[in-house]
């Protein structure tokens, strides 16, 4: 069977390109794969977090995942720190990785921009941390939104390059799977720029724990241009906030966009914004109030993490075993 690894990070809240981009489409597959869903507390100190913010953060995460409808019996929910294997593994594919890959890391000159100097050896070496908590499980597909394909292509040439290195095929080529109308949902505030936890404007987006005044206010505000939308996702050219805001009507309703701009094609941004919004709200609110509820029972969200740690580490310690073996390290007690 196909084995699906993806991950999240605990740093600061959820938002509406998290769920569309890559947790709803996760919900999707978990009927027809084994999936393993982990809160990478890893990668999430790659930048500084407070660690009581972080604690908090890895139960509302995963709060937010069994809410949105992952089902912790049948998939593999877990935190990232709890199995060793990800850190053994990330050390070895740091030295299979080279300097010139990680310097293309587009992902890293965004997150780094002018500190290069002070940024962390961690979030240089984030994608091999990455490739090595795919690789650990030997996963085959990998459901992500479109700003990890390129962490992906990393990943892919890792496995490539261990198996020719030591001439033995340990690790799959992995399959990004990037699909659905929501891979790249971007800023209400600049329909060029992803929406991301790290814009210091919090209007830049929905977060998954807005109450509904907030997603209404944040969507009236949204940015917007002076003309009606269009009615065909031609006219989207040069109007990437039309674009974007109809894009998430598209997602929200699980319709076609060109369905979309057929509906409200010529329509004021006004009305539309307001639509939009309720139907945001529509979508949001049951997975809020789930939230809620799992988050005033930390003892059970904390159970689902640890028991899918248990399941992960089974999973992972044979694979571990092999990669140790091949590369020559002695491993086995007397
Ligand atoms: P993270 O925590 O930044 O994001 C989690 C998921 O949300 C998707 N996403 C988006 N999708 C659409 N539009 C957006 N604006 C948007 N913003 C975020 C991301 O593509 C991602 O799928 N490096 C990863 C976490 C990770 C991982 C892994 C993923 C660590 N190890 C192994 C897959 C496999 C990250 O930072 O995701």
């Known amino acids: 069977m196909s084995r699906i690894f993806s991950g999240v990070q605990p740093t600061g809240d959820l938002h509406l390109g998290n769920y569309l981009g890559a947790i709803r489409n996760w919900v999707r597959l978990q009927d027809d794969y084994e999936c393993l869903f982990c809160v990478v507390d890893m990668h999430a100190i790659t930048v500084w977090q407070e660690p009581d913010n972080l604690l908090a953060n890895t139960r509302e995460v995963t709060a937010a995942l069994l809410a949105s409808g992952i089902d912790p019996k049948k998939n593999i929910v877990f935190n990232q720190s709890r199995v060793s294997g990800h850190a053994q593994l990330a050390w ?156 998430i009507y598209a997602a929200l309703s699980d319709t076609d966009i060109e369905e979309v701009c057929q509906q409200y094609g010529a329509e004021q941004f006004s009305a539309f914004k307001k639509e939009l919004a309720d139907l945001a709200v529509a979508k949001l609110s049951p997975i809020q109030d789930e939230m809620r509820r799992l988050m005033a029972d930390t003892e059970y969200v904390d159970s689902v993490l640890s028991q899918g740690a248990d399941r992960a580490q089974a999973l992972a310690e044979p694979v571990l075993e092999e990669v140790c073996a091949t590369i020559g390290f002695l491993r086995s007690r007397a």
């Open 92 to 247: 070895i594919f740091n030295c299979v990785a080279r300097m010139g890959w990680l310097n293309r890391m587009t992902q890293f000159k965004e997150k780094a921009g002018k500190q290069k100097e002070n940024a962390s050896i961690g979030l240089f070496a984030y994608p091999c941390l990455m490739a090595a908590d795919i690789l650990l499980y030997q996963a085959t597909h990998v459901p992500v939104g479109e700003d990890q394909k390129q962490h992906l292509e990393l990943t892919r040439d890792i496995a490539h390059k261990f198996n020719s290195d030591f001439k033995k095929v340990i690790f799959p080529i992995v399959k990004p799977l990037i699909f659905g109308t929501g891979t790249r949902v971007m800023s209400l505030r600049d329909g060029t720029k992803k929406m991301s936890k790290s814009d210091p404007s919090d209007l830049s987006r929905i977060n998954m724990a807005d109450d509904a005044s907030i997603i209404t206010k944040k969507f009236r505000k949204a940015k917007s241009d002076t003309d009606v939308l269009p009615d065909s996702q031609d006219g989207f050219k040069g109007r990437p906030e039309a674009a974007n805001l109809m894009n």
